[in-house]
């Protein structure tokens, strides 16, 4: 159906990205659905639905209970009549409201006799139809034709079949009549523009599919017959006119109507203006000028696919209008089976009419076998032939054949496609010369050399666009039997055109295979590119032809790239693998990005289509020594990393890898390093778990616990963990066992799981004590000391933590000792002891100064403003308060901020100044993430309304005391919020 086909388009087409802006969607053109952030809402069976569907379409209106009750159920009212309601709208108020939203601020609101749906409370398909309706009505009547047929296009995709299917009540049976004609409308419009802009044979495709056409339909027949006439079918037209009229008289017993009778009257006089519009003005304009120029030129433009999906941005870029007295060329590139040609070849078509002296194609070949590859001499002498010069003139010299084509050419405007290139200077021979020629080039290549008005380069189709186009390829019927699988295998695909041709070939000549068959057998990634073949068609053919082509050092680096524990990486992660300078290595990959094997989603930046790292992997298996030292050098990196950034410094790690020579001069940019991997450091440690490399997968997940938990980011310190305990047992540092474990009590006491902590410390300290690793036993006691502490059992924690100073002596740890200290201050301050509380905080102080940590130091004088706060000294708290806050901004620790600006306030509180410290409590709010700690969060709160409450604001004060109960086990912590999270006890 030309370039648009109603039941293949996104599902989601015209839509707001859901997952972007977390909004609301509601739909109804087509099964009644909501979604909030792209998930799934449960609204319930289809009377319920029903419910729903009169609030939202009376959205700016009160819905009275009569109404609702006339509109779901008309004549058949329940018993209880209106007390039935409540039983719809509360489910629906518990499915479509945010969590925790009180009734005053439900998106359906009870008012006196009704309801009412919050107006601008959903985004709804319903308003985005308007919007382009409106858009189309505009566009026609100011004669922008292509914009208006693009409005009817976002608009007729918006459908997902019969709007509002199997809802009970005359109110959604009227809404359903409503909602098909508005599609049957759009559906004129968007036939009446094809034919105005001159594209018949896709208004005759369009119009066999408008939904439930009657044989006596007069305005789609006066269309049909325009149709025929502008694609030369004058007989098929007037038959057209006779079928209607036969219709007509037999079914209602009338003529046709006045308008149907123009057309057929200007069928018969050949009356193109009244018929065809501008695209009769066009052709009349065509006409005048033939008669002073030679005919039309050939047209050599392959076919055109049948089905060409997502591309609809590419394809108004590709034909937007140029400068007349230039040749305008557009460069577009992407990877192997990305759809390269079939976009520029339907752009080519799309705009083959406005280049009357010719449409011209020439493959290059440049990435198939050798001696495919055309020479740019042999692809001019084609030009040349195809411009009508005499093959026996041409000559050899290449010099002298750019000339004669450029002669050839300087007074044609002519379209040239030119597909496969690999090199600018290939293209430069090959352009034309005549103003207002057009070239688009295709090529695996980003061809920077060549001067281009457009540079493109083609993406992977979203998962929804792939699906629509696995569904094109399959059948409707089959592709939603299992919507699941199809949803999956589009998904294993990676967006690749190709390779989703390819599956639909290999499921077309297997009818017996299920998709969810061919899922399975796509489930190993490293069987995946040998599923992806069909006949000659292979994507990892097509990918290897690409690698052939590279030079040397940039095959090597392309190998390394596919052992990268991460999807996204920086040129750090392949430069510690090649051996070579970051910035060297950052040029091997600018040069694999214009090759089109490697993606850059932002500046220094990173990463590999699923399916060529896939194909990495298995060039890289070809190389199993070469892959194995690489493997180390990165997981190296990791373990470098996480040990620098972490507060224990690197000293503080007695066994693995001597980190001193790493690329990371501090802390910081270790820190940094880390934070740029996102949520991919638990791949890092299952990597090395896979690949065998037991004790690297320890190393990494010790070293970046403290990185992971002062961002409060748990369940990922607690998945490495996990993942990491088990090659413990077979690592051949032993230490590992005991450290690990005291690293799982780290994660527990961070977040106030003391239980678990001490069980943890008690495992790790059993375990310490059978090796002889007086280090990890230390630890663990210290452990077993925080949770003694937070539990209310002091005479126990102050014999563990005193144990711990005395280890920390024999073992001349000072991070140790400064924490154990620091541990004993914070439980002299609970007994109200707070001047020997600052006597342990001060020693705890000097040990932090000495070994530098930032993190310690910023702890140890929270801990020691709280005791000063004790005492009254608001002004000394202040001082420590202004060092503590400015280090924990420096480490980036967003609970460690959150407390030093709590305290901050506190102490304004204390010196009197309430505005001040209500802006610190705020501000103390808000570096707080949904990683942060809960009982902190009450206990900032708490802090804030004692402050508003001193202030007389008893409004904010109660809000803030309320806010605080409410929050997840606030009351059942014993331990001052300080401590709750900057345990100095952990590492």
């Known amino acids: 159906m030309g370039d648009f086909e109603v039941g293949a388009v996104p599902e989601d087409s015209g839509a707001e990205p859901a997952e972007a802006t977390g909004r609301l969607r509601i739909d109804l053109l087509g099964p009644v659905r909501a979604r909030r952030g792209g998930a799934p809402l449960d609204i319930g069976p289809v009377r319920r639905q029903a419910v729903l569907t009169v609030l939202i379409l009376r959205?700016?209106?009160?819905?009275?209970?009569?109404?609702?009750?006339?509109?779901?159920?008309?004549?058949?009212?329940?018993?209880?009549?209106?007390?039935?309601?409540?039983?719809?709208?509360?489910?629906?108020?518990?499915?479509?409201?945010?969590?925790?939203?009180?009734?005053?601020?439900?998106?359906?609101?009870?008012?006196?006799?009704?309801?009412?749906?919050?107006?601008?409370?959903?985004?709804?398909?319903?308003?985005?139809?308007?919007?382009?309706?409106?858009?189309?009505?505009?566009?026609?009547?100011?004669?922008?034709?292509?914009?208006?047929?693009?409005?009817?296009?976002?608009?007729?995709?918006?459908?997902?079949?019969?709007?509002?299917?199997?809802?009970?009540g005359p109110f959604a049976d009227a809404e359903r009549q409503h909602l098909a004609q508005r599609r049957r409308t759009l559906h004129e419009q968007r036939v009446e523009c094809l034919v105005l802009l001159g594209r018949y044979t896709d208004a005759l495709d369009d119009l066999m599919d408008v939904p439930t056409a009657e044989p006596y339909d007069e305005p789609l027949a006066a269309l049909r017959m325009r149709a025929l006439y502008g694609s030369g079918r004058q007989a098929e037209a007037l038959t057209a006119y006779q079928e209607t009229r036969d219709s007509l008289l037999d079914e209602l017993g009338v003529e046709p109507g006045e308008e149907l009778r123009r057309v057929h009257q200007g069928v018969l006089r050949r009356d193109d203006l009244l018929l065809l519009?501008?695209?009769?003005?066009?052709?009349?304009?065509?006409?005048?000028?033939?008669?002073?120029?030679?005919?039309?030129?050939?047209?050599?433009?392959?076919?055109?696919?049948?089905?060409?999906?997502?591309?609809?941005?590419?394809?108004?870029?590709l034909t937007a209008p140029v400068p007349a007295g230039a040749v305008s060329v557009a460069a577009v590139d992407g990877t192997a089976g990305i759809g390269k040609t079939a976009l520029v070849v339907r752009a080519a078509w799309m705009l083959r009419d406005q280049y009357p002296d010719g449409c011209l194609f020439v493959d290059l070949h440049a990435y198939g076998a050798a001696h495919e590859s055309l020479r740019p001499q042999r692809a001019l002498h084609r030009l040349l032939r195809a411009v009508n010069s005499a093959d026996g003139d041409l000559p050899d010299d290449?010099?002298?054949?750019?000339?004669?084509?450029r002669a050839a050419t300087s007074s044609l405007r002519l379209l040239l496609v030119v597909d496969d290139a690999r090199g600018a200077e290939q293209v430069r021979t090959l352009l034309p010369a005549g103003p207002g020629s057009r070239v688009l080039v295709a090529s695996r290549q980003r061809l920077s050399?060549?001067?281009?008005?457009?540079?493109?380069?083609?993406?992977?189709?979203?998962?929804?666009?792939?699906?629509?186009?696995?569904?094109?390829?399959?059948?409707?019927?089959?592709?939603?039997?299992?919507?699941?699988?199809?949803?999956?295998?589009?998904?294993?695909?990676?967006?690749?055109?190709?390779?989703?041709?390819?599956?639909?070939?290999?499921?077309?000549?297997?009818?017996?295979?299920?998709?969810?068959?061919?899922?399975?057998?796509?489930?190993?990634?490293?069987?995946?590119?040998?599923?992806?073949?069909?006949?000659?068609r292979s994507v990892e053919a097509a990918f290897l032809m690409s690698y052939d082509q590279l030079a040397p050092e940039l095959r090597r680096a392309f190998r390394a790239l596919g052992l990268s524990p991460t999807a996204g990486f920086d040129a750090?992660?392949?430069?510690?693998?090649?051996?070579?300078?970051?910035?060297?290595?950052?040029?091997?990959?600018?040069?694999?990005?214009?090759?089109?094997?490697?993606?850059?989603?932002?500046?220094?930046?990173?990463?590999?289509?699923?399916?060529?790292?896939?194909?990495?992997?298995?060039?890289?298996?070809?190389?199993?020594e070469e892959s194995a030292a690489d493997r180390v050098a990165v997981l190296l990196l990791y373990t470098a990393a996480g040990r620098i950034a972490s507060d224990w410094g690197p000293e503080g790690f007695p066994t693995g890898p001597d980190v001193s020579g790493s690329p990371f001069p501090r802390w910081l940019e270790a820190a940094a390093w880390l934070d740029a991997a996102g949520g991919e450091l638990v791949d890092v440690v299952a990597y090395a778990a896979a690949a065998g490399e037991h004790d690297l997968a320890c190393w990494i997940a010790e070293s970046v616990v403290d990185h992971l938990v002062r961002q409060g980011r748990f369940h990922e310190c607690r998945a490495a963990l996990e993942v990491a305990l088990p090659c413990a047992d077979l690592a051949a540092d032993r230490r590992m066992s005991s450290s690990l474990r005291n690293c799982m009590a780290t994660a527990d006491i961070y977040q106030g799981r003391f239980r678990q902590g001490h069980a943890w410390s008690a495992d790790a300290l059993r375990l310490a004590r059978r090796q002889?690793?007086?280090?990890?036993?230390?630890?663990?006691?210290?452990?077993?000391?925080?949770?003694?502490?937070?539990?209310?059992?002091?005479?126990?924690?102050?014999?563990?933590?005193?144990?711990?100073?005395?280890?920390?002596?024999?073992?001349?740890?000072?991070?140790?000792?400064?924490?154990?200290?620091?541990?004993?201050?914070?439980?002299?301050?609970?007994?109200?002891?707070?001047?020997?509380?600052?006597?342990?905080y001060a020693t705890s102080l000097a040990f932090a100064e000495k070994i530098g940590r930032p993190r310690m130091i910023s702890k140890t004088l929270c801990f020691a403003a709280e005791a000063c706060l004790a005492l009254g000294r608001h002004a000394v708290a202040r001082t420590l308060l202004g060092r503590a806050a400015g280090l924990a901004r420096e480490v980036a620790d967003p609970q460690l901020r959150a407390v030093s600006l709590s305290l901050l306030g506190a102490a304004e509180h204390g010196q009197g100044d309430l505005r001040l410290a209500v802006a610190l409590h705020h501000e103390a709010l808000s570096t707080l993430?949904?990683?942060?700690?809960?009982?902190?969060?009450?206990?900032?709160?708490?802090?804030?309304?004692?402050?508003?409450?001193?202030?007389?604001?008893?409004?904010?004060?109660?809000?803030?005391?309320?806010?605080?109960?409410?929050?997840?086990?606030?009351?059942?912590?014993?331990?001052?919020?300080?401590?709750?999270?900057?345990?100095p006890s952990t590492r």
């Open 772 to 840: 002889g690793d007086l280090r990890e036993q230390a630890r663990a006691i210290a452990g077993l000391g925080a949770t003694k502490r937070a539990t209310g059992r002091t005479a126990e924690a102050v014999a563990h933590l005193s144990e711990v100073v005395d280890l920390a002596a024999r073992l001349d740890d000072d991070w140790l000792a400064g924490m154990a200290n620091c541990n004993l201050g914070a439980i002299s301050d609970q007994q109200g002891q707070h001047e020997e509380a600052l006597a342990y």
């Open 277 to 317: 519009g501008q695209a009769a003005r066009q052709r009349a304009a065509g006409s005048a000028s033939a008669l002073e120029q030679p005919p039309a030129g050939r047209n050599e433009l392959p076919g055109d696919t049948a089905c060409l999906v997502g591309r609809d941005a590419e394809l108004a870029l």
């Open 59 to 168: 959205m700016e209106r009160l819905v009275t209970h009569q109404q609702l009750l006339d509109g779901v159920w008309g004549t058949d009212p329940p018993g209880t009549g209106r007390r039935v309601l409540p039983s719809y709208v509360y489910p629906l108020r518990k499915a479509l409201d945010v969590p925790g939203a009180r009734p005053a601020e439900s998106l359906i609101r009870s008012e006196h006799g009704g309801y009412r749906f919050v107006p601008g409370g959903a985004r709804t398909d319903i308003s985005q139809l308007a919007e382009q309706a409106v858009g189309a009505r505009r566009a026609k009547a100011a004669g922008e034709l292509a914009t208006a047929l693009d409005h009817c296009t976002r608009a007729l995709r918006l459908f997902r079949g019969e709007p509002l299917p199997g809802l009970p």
């Open 449 to 536: 050399g060549l001067d281009a008005d457009l540079r493109l380069t083609v993406e992977p189709l979203s998962t929804g666009e792939a699906v629509t186009l696995l569904t094109h390829l399959l059948g409707e019927t089959r592709a939603e039997r299992e919507p699941a699988a199809a949803h999956e295998l589009a998904r294993r695909c990676g967006g690749l055109p190709l390779a989703l041709r390819i599956m639909g070939a290999r499921l077309q000549s297997r009818p017996y295979w299920t998709l969810a068959h061919l899922v399975d057998r796509m489930s190993d990634d490293a069987r995946r590119l040998g599923e992806l073949r069909a006949g000659d």
């Open 929 to 983: 993430t949904e990683h942060t700690s809960t009982p902190l969060e009450a206990e900032v709160r708490r802090r804030l309304g004692n402050t508003y409450a001193a202030a007389g604001r008893s409004a904010e004060a109660t809000r803030q005391f309320r806010i605080a109960r409410s929050l997840t086990g606030a009351e059942e912590q014993s331990c001052p919020s300080s401590l709750s999270v900057n345990n």
């Open 572 to 624: 750090l992660t392949p430069a510690v693998m090649l051996g070579r300078s970051r910035e060297d290595t950052e040029d091997l990959l600018e040069r694999l990005v214009d090759a089109s094997l490697l993606q850059q989603p932002q500046p220094g930046r990173y990463r590999l289509h699923d399916l060529v790292r896939d194909h990495t992997c298995r060039l890289a298996a070809t190389a199993p």
């Open 398 to 405: 290449l010099d002298e054949l750019v000339t004669a084509w």
